[in-house]
T-cell receptor, first 114, second 112 residues
Framework: KAGVTQTPRYLIKTRGQQVTLSCSPI?????VSWYQQTPGQGLQFLFE???????NKGNFPGRFSGRQFSNSRSEMNVSTLELGDSALYLC???FGGGRNTEAFFGQGTRLTVV | ELKVEQNPLFLSMQEGKNYTIYCNYS?????LYWYRQDPGKSLESLFV?????AVKQEGRLMASLDTKARLSTLHITAAVHDLSATYFC????????????FGKGTHLIIQP
C-alpha cells in the first residue's frame, strides 16, 4: 500500500514569506503529526491532528499552524519565515484514536529560508 | 514535561562487535518507538514496544522495554557496516494523542 506522501520535497523561500506543506497519510490512518528536524534542536514535535481536530501541540510560535481535511490529508503553514525555520519537516501518520500502532513517516520536505 | 535521553550520542565500533544504546524517559508512557535514519533520508520504523518486559528482535537488532525503570535498550549483535545510521528512540506522552518526543539520536558508525 502507498506510504506517507509529502509535497513538495524541496522548497526555497525568502525571509518574510509564507509556506504551505502538504502530507497525505496512509489510507485508513486518521492521525497526522508534524515534526521539525534541525541539526541543533533535533526532532521536535509541532502538532498532531486527528479527525480534523488538533489534539496536541508542541512548543512552537503561532507562525506555525496546520489543519486536516476530511480525507485525513494535512497541511502545515509557516508564516513570516525566518532563517531559523530552515529544516526538514516530517509528517507521520498512524491509525490514532488511542490504538497502539506504529507511526510511519514521509520522506519529508526540506525547507531552506534565504 | 516529557524528556527523552539517549546515550551514547556518538558511537564508532568495529564490525563483529556487540553494543547497546540506551534510552531513558522521564514520565509514564504507553508506547516507545525505535527509528533508524540514514543521511538525508526519512525515519524508518524499527520497533514498537508497548508493555513492560517487551522484547522485539529483527536481524542483528533487539529492543527491550522496562517501564518501571523508564528505560529501553537497543542491542546490536555482531555489527555489520550496513547498520551504520542514526538511531532514535521516541516516546508517546499518552492521553490518547500521538505526538512523539524524540531523543537526540545515536549516530552509529560501524567500521570494517
Amino acid at each position: 500500500k502507498a506510504g506517507v506522501t509529502q509535497t513538495p520535497r524541496y522548497l526555497i523561500k525568502t525571509r518574510g514569506q509564507q509556506v504551505t506543506l502538504s502530507c497525505s497519510p496512509i489510507s485508513g490512518h486518521r492521525s497526522v503529526s508534524w515534526y521539525q528536524q534541525t541539526p541543533g534542536q533535533g526532532l521536535q514535535f509541532l502538532f498532531e491532528y486527528f479527525s480534523e481536530t488538533q489534539r496536541n501541540k508542541g512548543n512552537f510560535p503561532g507562525r506555525f499552524s496546520g489543519r486536516q481535511f476530511s480525507n485525513s490529508r494535512s497541511e502545515m503553514n509557516v508564516s513570516t519565515l525566518e532563517l531559523g525555520d530552515s529544516a526538514l519537516y516530517l509528517c507521520a501518520s498512524s491509525f490514532g484514536g488511542g490504538r497502539n500502532t506504529e507511526a510511519f513517516f514521509g520522506q519529508g520536505t526540506r525547507l531552506t529560508v534565504v | 514535561e516529557l524528556k527523552v535521553e539517549q546515550n551514547p550520542l556518538f558511537l564508532s565500533m568495529q564490525e563483529g562487535k556487540n553494543y547497546t544504546i540506551y534510552c531513558n524517559y522521564s514520565t509514564t508512557s504507553d508506547r516507545l518507538y525505535w527509528y533508524r535514519q540514514d543521511p538525508g533520508k526519512s525515519l524508518e520504523s524499527l520497533f514498537v514496544l508497548l508493555s513492560n518486559g517487551a522484547v522485539k528482535q529483527e536481524g542483528r537488532l533487539m529492543a527491550s522495554l522496562d517501564t518501571k525503570a523508564r528505560l529501553s535498550t537497543l542491542h546490536i549483535t555482531a555489527a555489520v557496516h550496513d547498520l551504520s545510521a542514526t538511531y532514535f528512540c521516541a516516546v508517546v506522552s499518552g492521553g490518547g494523542a500521538d505526538g512523539l518526543t524524540f531523543g537526540k539520536g545515536t549516530h552509529l558508525i560501524i567500521q570494517p
